[in-house]
């Protein structure tokens, strides 16, 4: 069977990008939620997919984490065409996706949500617990170097806010060896402060040498750190461009609707009296 049948990654091309969509199309019965999309990730790069509700942004985070098979295109990562069958798949393709919801347990210490999932443990038989020690070392170690300083790792982790739960999320997928890190709507709920700070540290993930794909509505945000930009309107490709081909404004424009927008400020634009400018 070949790797696209199995869903296994072969040896990795080293011309090739960590991961590439190449016109991926997805279906759900008669409803064709996303159609020709292509996109690459390179190592040490942030690829920022831009689109409002109904967009198709949950769809192909789906394809990309292994959720969902897409149903047409081609799905390449290292270069090898694949169908993954899982998250599971998808994890051990270097693969980590962090959605907006966190799965954390609120009343566990970071540490444990940490490595919820792949705890090391020690001794052996009726002895054997989880290594407690090396779980809170690997996690003070792990977080300072992305450069997050917490108060203690042992404080729960219901107790952080918004942004630090998001930054110990990208610092877990960065320890566990992740290459590619699927950012879901990372500051869609939170404060100028704490978004500048999940900024920062999606900045730290690309320096680490990972590609990244920023999910977000959030053209401001997404300036800030992307590299390049691909726009989705309805399931559909509405644009790829990279930081120096288009500016903020641009890009602004465009994810609201572009000219449905200008007809729309034309429609709703008024005169001195009052009255709607006819047409």
């Not at 759900?28 to 990730?41: E, F, P, W």
């Not at 954390?104 to 001794?123: I, Y």
């Amino acid at each position: 069977m070949t790797s696209a049948e199995t869903g296994a990654v072969a040896v990795p091309s080293a011309d090739a990008p960590l991961l590439a969509l190449e016109e991926v199309a997805k279906s759900y019965g008669n409803v064709r939620a996303l159609h020709g999309v292509s996109l690459t990730v390179e190592p040490g790069s942030v690829t920022c997919v831009l689109g409002d509700n109904g967009a198709g942004k949950s769809t192909l985070i789906k394809i990309v984490s292994g959720l969902h098979r897409h149903d047409g295109g081609r799905y390449r990562i290292d270069g090898r065409e694949v169908r993954l069958g899982s998250p599971r798949e998808a994890l051990d393709a270097g693969i980590a996706t962090v959605y907006q919801d966190l799965a954390v347990v609120p009343l566990m210490p970071v540490w444990r949500n940490f490595f919820l999932g792949s705890e090391p443990h020690t001794g052996r038989g009726p002895f054997r617990r989880l290594d407690v020690r090396a779980m809170r070392a690997a996690t003070r170690d792990a977080l300072r170097r992305m450069g997050i300083d917490l108060r203690d790792v042992d404080q729960p982790i219901g107790t952080l806010s918004g942004g630090e739960r998001q930054c110990v999320a990208i610092a877990r997928a960065v320890h566990f060896g992740a290459r590619v890190l699927v950012l879901d709507e990372p500051t869609a709920a939170l404060g100028v402060k704490q978004s500048g700070t999940v900024l920062k540290y999606v900045a730290a993930a690309r320096d680490e040498g990972l590609g990244v794909i920023l999910i977000t509505h959030n053209p401001h945000h997404a300036y800030l750190v992307g590299g390049r930009f691909v726009l989705l309107q309805r399931g559909a490709m509405a644009g790829s461009y990279a930081a120096d081909e288009i500016g903020l404004d641009e890009l602004t424009r465009q994810m609201a609707g572009g000219s449905e927008l200008d007809e729309l400020r034309h429609e709703l634009r008024h005169d001195p009296r009052g009255e709607a400018q006819s047409s």
